[in-house]
């Protein structure tokens, strides 16, 4: 775990799903691969081919970009593949029930971190893909709103979808809140916490879901 910046008041917490909220190299992988094989299927070429390609293109953009990550999501879209469509393949090619299970650990955590801050989580995956995620992980109950790749149809990182994370936030609390009473939690900082940190935001990033489990000592020790 790496605290970047940690605000002095803290109102809202606002999480990446997959790889942060579970652990799961297998499933991590899968949702990739998957969407890259249909890729290779609609091109009418191997799934190694479109591997390297999509490897190749990674490669070219990080050294264009000083060394940052792109989404898959946003990727694709230089291959002609839109967001519509990327969104579509997600929600019938991953399943995250074949690969996760009740995490008691992270409920406890999130129950205990939703009684003083607004949990609102932010995924590149749709919104379908991401409840059946946190319906799997059993801990729905403990957050107020999902933001996916179908609410504003843009993957992170975006200044709007951070924007509306913070609108949601604004009105499950009734009052207007500031990016400095945020903490984006993610565990890619290209992705997940270089924006919110320019917005003024905290950012926490995790190795494993294990961090999240401490997040609440981390936040209190600040």
């Known amino acids: ?5 940690i605000p002095q008041k803290i109102s809202v917490l606002i999480f990446d799903i997959d790889s ?4 799961n190299t297998e499933y991590a992988h899968e949702q990739i691969d998957c969407q890259i094989r249909q890729f290779a299927a609609l ?3 191997s799934a190694e081919q479109a591997r390297t390609m999509v490897s190749d293109f990674r490669k070219k953009w990080a050294d ?10 946003n990727l694709l879209t230089n291959f002609g593949i839109s967001i519509e469509q990327s969104i579509e393949w997600r929600k019938t090619l ?17 129950a205990d971190l939703s009684k003083d801050y607004c949990l609102i989580c932010v995924t ?8 059946k995620t946190l319906d799997a992980l059993g801990v729905s109950e403990y957050i107020t709103d999902v933001i996916g790749l179908d609410t504003t149809y843009k993957s992170k990182p975006d200044k709007e ?3 509306l994370a913070l609108e949601k936030a604004s009105s499950a609390l009734k009052r207007k809140l500031t990016p400095e009473e945020c903490v984006s939690i ?17 950012a926490v990033l995790v190795d494993t879901v294990k961090d999240v489990y401490r997040l609440r000592e981390v936040l209190k020790n600040n």
């Open 1 to 5: 775990m790496h605290k970047y910046f």
């Open 20 to 23: 942060t909220l579970y652990t």
């Open 43 to 45: 091109r009418g070429i």
């Open 64 to 73: 264009e970009h000083e060394g940052k990550k792109i989404s898959l999501g």
């Open 94 to 110: 991953i399943e995250p029930a074949k690969y996760l299970g009740e995490d008691k650990e992270l409920q406890k955590s999130l």
């Open 124 to 131: 590149n995956n749709p919104l379908l893909p991401a409840h």
């Open 161 to 163: 979808i951070f924007n």
């Open 186 to 202: 993610g565990d890619r900082y290209d992705i997940d916490l270089a924006l919110p940190l320019e917005m003024g935001m905290g």
